[in-house]
């Protein structure tokens, strides 16, 4: 049983431990979980706490993921519409005003808060005589969540709250080196306590955190500190377990078939209970999605909003590599997303599967916002749940996947480190193989970045965060867009600004 079906069982437990956050970090805490009526002796309670955790990611808006990504230059922001802050933030071109902004801020922000006082309500359970082993493994699962949530706040805003607690005159701004450093000392922290298994092993809760998530987003932190060697460390102890394998399908690995599959190492859980009409918890893909599309066999399909567009720029890449189920995978194309790269006279004969029609039929016709939309966020409609419409329905959103720790940890290799789950070469054709791509030998940190390019396009900004973080900005002035160092993070949202003396404080003080 999936964690998204536990939401429907623990409703009521939820509006118990659930609390309201102001997003005030600067006023004393209302952010207290209800203690009156709550039996801390209850194993089951305890559950419910770490379920409204989970809850605080799994609530995700659709605003918010693609803000991570959109500077990357794998992905443009769909034109002609009326988010022209989105539209200029890829062309980093920033305003702090811009409601996008502030609401990412926010809602991460008071999700850590939340997931804070999710961990000081389950010490009340510990309290309560509850296992201390379970407590002590939901704890470690809540500490990946918030660290997870803190790399992705730090990663898009640079200096941001370190939230341990709920005492805020004990919470102040940290840079972005001092947040990942903590964010790894917190993994080292929860590894002891959780479970060693992979999510979908899970029996208690079938794709929830296990030890190998907290060693990712260990992975991920260091990464983002050049500490080379503590990736290799992780993703080699990953590698290692033999708990993870590549899916065997690469495009159907983002559909309903890769649902828990064992390459996921974290997927966020939708589902729409397989019925046809009722209760439907989904992400709203339509942002993603193509704004004029045929679907297949007259399936009924809302069409999307156009915003996440496949860049020319990586099109051409994977074309120059001879990709063929991985660019056919990530890019939907146009008839007129196709003319355009039939103007380059370098790309005048393409490959069969670069048509306006996927292989299962859906036809991507014209629209004005964009030329192209990422095939990894557009779920094919006939595997839509028979009655239902909405754009996505029953599919998962993936955060982590097992081949972005083999990539991560043959980079690590290519830049000094030492490893004991294999070689770089081993590791980069493992990837290259289910991509239906020769094999490579002598694999330079080039040929990791280029894997990387090709694999993960469009997912979480690990492009666009590559490039920061190896100065490689000059990958990122493209098709008329110019990058400056300075524009390397957004700015703190007014509205935020103008709420918390704390972070208005360090602002003045750091610029």
């Known amino acids: 049983m999936k964690y998204i079906f536990n939401f429907k069982m623990v409703v009521c437990i939820l509006s118990v431990f659930l609390f309201t956050c102001e997003g005030k970090l600067d006023e004393a805490p209302e952010n207290e979980t209800l203690t009156g009526d709550i039996d801390y002796t209850s194993e089951e309670g305890a559950f419910g706490t770490l379920i409204g ?41 920033y305003d702090n005003n811009y409601w996008m902004y502030n609401v990412f801020f926010e809602n991460w922000a008071e999700d850590i808060v939340q997931v804070t006082a999710q961990i000081q309500a389950l010490e009340n359970f510990r309290d309560g005589g509850v296992n201390s082993t379970l407590i002590d493994q939901y704890i470690a699962e809540c500490k990946v969540l918030r ?31 001092e947040l990942m450093e903590w964010i790894s000392e917190q993994m080292d922290e929860a590894t002891p306590f959780l479970l ?8 208690d809760l079938p794709g929830g955190i296990t030890l190998y ?12 500190l050049e500490n080379y060697q503590e990736v290799a460390a992780a993703t080699g102890e990953i590698i290692s377990s033999g708990r993870f394998q590549l899916f065997n399908d690469y495009y159907e690995l983002f559909n309903i078939p890769g649902k828990l599959a064992n390459e996921n190492i974290w997927e966020i859980q939708y589902s729409d209970f397989g ?3 009722g209760e439907n918890v989904r992400h709203l893909w339509n942002f993603y999605a193509p704004q004029n599309f045929t679907a297949a066999n007259d399936v009924a399909a809302t069409n999307g909003w156009g915003f996440y567009e496949p860049s020319l720029k990586y099109i051409k890449f994977m ?24 103007s380059d006279p370098n790309y005048q004969n393409l ?19 964009a030329m192209f939309a990422s095939g990894k966020h557009f779920l094919p409609t006939n595997q839509l749940t028979e009655g239902r419409s909405d754009l996505g329905s029953n599919n998962n959103f993936t955060v982590i996947r097992y081949a972005e720790i083999l990539l991560m940890y043959a980079e690590a290799l290519t830049r000094g480190a030492t490893g004991s789950a294999g070689s770089a070469d081993e590791a980069v054709n493992m990837v290259r193989v289910r991509a239906g791509m020769p094999t490579i030998s002598n694999v330079t940190s080039d040929d990791v970045m280029d894997e990387k390019y090709a694999e993960l396009g469009m997912e979480w900004g690990i492009r666009l965060y590559d490039m920061l973080r190896l100065g490689r900005t000059d ?21 935020q600004l103008d709420l918390s003396f704390i972070l208005r404080e360090y602002a003045n003080n750091n610029n």
């Open 475 to 495: 990958e990122l002035s493209y098709d008329g867009r110019t990058f400056t160092i300075d524009k390397r993070f957004l700015p703190y949202p007014l509205e």
């Open 213 to 224: 998530t907290a060693l990712s987003v260990k992975a991920i932190a260091n990464l983002e």
């Open 53 to 93: 955790a989970y809850q605080s990611f799994q609530s995700v808006g659709w605003e918010q993921i693609p803000l991570i990504s959109v500077r990357g230059d794998d992905v443009n922001a769909g034109g002609l519409g009326d988010q022209q802050g989105f539209a200029d933030t890829d062309n980093y071109i």
């Open 147 to 177: 660290g997870f949530i803190t790399l992705q706040l730090s990663r898009l805003f640079g200096d941001v709250y370190k939230i341990d607690t709920l005492d805020f005159t004990q919470i102040n701004v940290a840079t972005k080196d």
């Open 351 to 369: 490959p069969a599967f670069v048509s306006n029609t996927t292989r299962d039929g859906d036809i991507i016709n014209d629209y004005a916002r």
């Open 196 to 203: 060693d298994v992979a999510p979908n092993q899970r029996e």
């Open 319 to 342: 074309l120059d590599r001879n990709e063929t189920v991985r660019l056919e995978t990530s890019v939907l194309f146009t008839d007129r997303g196709i003319q355009e790269i039939q």
């Open 275 to 277: 019925q046809s009409s």
